[in-house]
């Protein structure tokens, strides 16, 4: 047997051993791209996770809030409506106007309610003399007041499209979604779900003013 035979038989089975270890790699790489494959199928047809219910202030008036101390949301949510407000300098004209109504044990001792609380630039919209006319009238003040109280804690899924008893017996009506809510067709919140010990609290633009 010559030397070109014995080449020829090595090359041949060289090719031989080589050929199984080809096919192996092919069949792998086959078989990662497929399981890549079925991985990507899976995350893309894996459901989308669920929107927790809000359960926070929201709007851009709560940017005002303080962060610390007994006028932040979290010192609010220590004490009953009346005396919270009135650690929030942008409610002092409201707090002012339950004190003169003598209202402030009143909200203080109510249990689960909600309040719709003008800020000082609702009370600004008002004519000053129309204003101190109102601040002077007890009962027309309380009346104003009250209609800004709903007797029972009202959630922001529940403004969505509202209707409700106030305190003043008047209707209050909502509505909007997400993060936009308008009361009775004419005051934006502010900054909504603000808690207090004793009630929710939605900040409101413009005074509620009930008909005569």
Same mark, same amino acid.
């Given at each position: 047997?010559?030397?070109?035979? $014995? ?5 041949? %089975?060289?090719?031989?051993? =080589?050929?199984?270890?080809? +096919?192996?790699? @092919? ?20 459901? *989308?996770k669920e929107t ?9 008036? @709560? ?30 004209? =409201? ?7 003598g209202l402030v044990?009143? +909200? ?22 129309? $204003? ?6 007890? *009962?027309? +003040?309380?009346? %104003?007041?009250?209609?800004? /109280? /709903? ?7 529940? $403004? ?6 106030? +305190?003043?017996?008047?209707? $209050? ?9 308008? /009361?009775?067709?004419?005051?934006? %919140? /502010? @900054?909504?779900? %603000? ?12 005074? =509620?003013?009930?008909?005569?």
């Open positions: 047997m010559n030397t070109r035979h $014995l080449r020829r038989i090595a090359v041949t %089975v060289s090719a031989a051993a =080589l050929l199984p270890l080809a +096919l192996t790699a @092919c069949s792998s790489d086959s078989d990662t791209s497929a399981s890549d494959s079925g991985a990507d199928k899976a995350a893309s047809s894996a459901p *989308a927790k219910p809000m359960d926070e202030p929201f709007g851009p008036g @709560c940017a005002t809030v303080p962060k610390e101390g007994a006028g932040s949301f979290a010192g609010m949510a220590q004490d009953p409506v009346a005396t919270a407000a009135s650690n929030n300098p942008a409610l002092s004209t =409201l707090v002012a106007a339950v004190k003169q109504a044990d009143t +909200l203080n001792s109510a249990e689960n309610i909600t309040v719709f609380a003008p800020t000082n630039d609702a009370f600004a919209k008002i004519p000053k003399a129309d $204003l101190d006319k109102l601040l002077a009238d007890k *009962a027309q +003040l309380t009346k %104003v007041l009250t209609a800004h /109280v /709903v007797g029972q804690k009202l959630t922001p899924a529940q $403004l969505e499209k509202g209707s409700f008893d106030t +305190l003043a017996k008047t209707k $209050l009506t909502t509505s909007g979604s997400g993060t936009s809510y308008t /009361v009775n067709d004419s005051s934006k %919140v /502010v @900054c909504g779900n %603000v808690p207090t010990a004793n009630a929710t609290v939605y900040i409101v633009d413009t005074v =509620l003013m009930p008909a005569s």
